[in-house]
């Protein structure tokens, strides 16, 4: 399995950006199709973003689609995801996943390594 560790996490204002980071180590990261998922308090795990291993394919939940980005770094092990236009019902606590995957996938159970979690809050 890979290890994830994800940062940049915090309490911003809507309309804010955030900008998340997750560091790999332990694989080779550049195998792994890469996802951003979220869970808020008393809710069920939710797909935000996904990038395959080249990121040449990418695909975002429906709730983020035109403000968020996510994208890669084989060089560095890492991928990121760009928040903007902030609201708070994207508070959460944004989790890294990583999936030996061809292109990518949506779902939780394609991801068999992931990191810790950061606590994201956007305050109205």
């Known amino acids: 399995q890979v290890q994830l560790v994800e940062s940049g996490g915090g309490l911003v204002q809507a309309g804010d950006s955030l900008r998340l980071s997750c560091a790999a180590s332990?694989?080779?990261?550049?195998?792994?199709?890469m996802g951003w998922f979220r869970q808020a308090p008393g809710k069920e795990r939710e797909f935000v973003a996904t990038?395959?291993?080249?990121?040449?394919?990418?695909y975002y939940g429906d709730s983020v689609k035109g403000r968020f980005t996510i994208s890669r770094d084989n060089a560095k092990n890492t991928v990121s995801l760009q928040m903007n236009s902030l609201k708070p019902e994207d508070t959460a606590v944004y989790y890294c996943?990583?999936?030996?995957?061809?292109?990518?996938?949506?779902?939780?159970?394609?991801?068999?390594?992931w990191g810790q979690g950061t606590q994201v809050t956007v305050s109205s």
């Open positions: 332990g694989r080779t990261f550049s195998n792994y199709a």
């Open positions: 990038i395959s291993w080249n990121g040449g394919w990418k």
């Open positions: 996943a990583a999936g030996l995957i061809p292109f990518s996938s949506a779902r939780t159970a394609d991801f068999g390594s």
